[in-house]
């Protein structure tokens, strides 16, 4: 049996959400993180699950999450910094990368990721772009239409050979990724698509959460 390790990165602020942390509002019952954890836990390959964790939730959270395979470490200042702390610790050769913030996140999906992972090294889950996306400049003039057929918006989870990501991780440790497999695209080292769902949203506003609760 392939073994999977899981990072849930939990180290922010929710600063552009408001003044309760998003990862502990509630949907149906349950908190987010809850949510964006569970489905992860009914695969028995993901034998680790490492949670870096802002402070000022860490003993919250680590009341909620109780499952024996998770195991917390202290958050970064930023996203980066925290997926860099957690992959210190990572045991296993492929690791899954999560964002705490996405409570919808189907089991086929993460199926998907798990077996394509193994196959290609590094994917990520996106879905294909629906809008017509123009280019505006800094007058706010329209320059152009892009054409959409090759464009795609980027979720989570994304997964990687950990040596991989570990070692792009070292060598932007200063930089500022706002994902993890642009590291590697700045790298040249091929990425994947495993296709998503458009309903794998990511709580950012309030309006997420509700549209969150109707989804559920």
């Known amino acids: ?30 908190t ?19 949670i870096p964790t802002n402070v000022s939730i860490r003993e919250e959270i680590e009341h909620l999450l ?6 917390f470490v202290e958050g970064g200042n930023t996203r980066q910094k925290s997926v860099f702390n957690a992959l210190k610790h990572v045991q296993n050769e492929y690791v899954i990368i999560h964002d705490g913030a996405r409570p919808l996140i189907k089991e086929g999906v993460i199926s ?3 077996d394509s992972v193994v196959e290609f090294g590094a994917v990520s889950v996106m879905t294909k772009t629906t809008d017509t996306i ?4 800094e ?16 979720q989570t989870p994304q997964a990687f050979k950990t040596s991989l990501i570990r070692d792009a991780h070292y060598k932007f440790l200063d930089m500022e990724f706002t994902d993890d497999s ?20 990511k709580i950012t506003t309030k309006s997420d ?3 969150a609760k109707l989804y559920i």
Do not use: C, W
């Open 182 to 201: 642009a590291m590697l695209e700045e790298l040249n080292i091929p990425v994947y698509v495993v296709l998503g769902s458009y309903t794998n949203i």
């Open 112 to 114: 998907q990721v798990m």
């Open 1 to 30: 049996m392939t073994k999977f390790s899981l990072i849930i990165p939990a180290g922010g602020t929710s600063s552009r959400y408001g003044n309760k942390n998003k990862l502990l509002e509630l949907i149906d019952n349950k």
């Open 209 to 211: 959460l509700d549209f």
């Open 66 to 71: 109780t499952d024996k395979r998770i195991k």
């Open 139 to 154: 007058d706010g003039l329209i320059v152009k239409t892009i054409d959409r057929s090759k464009l795609y918006n980027t």
């Open 134 to 137: 123009k280019e505006v400049n």
């Open 32 to 50: 987010v993180i809850e949510h964006s954890l569970e489905n992860f836990l009914l695969f028995d390959e993901i034998t680790e699950v490492i």
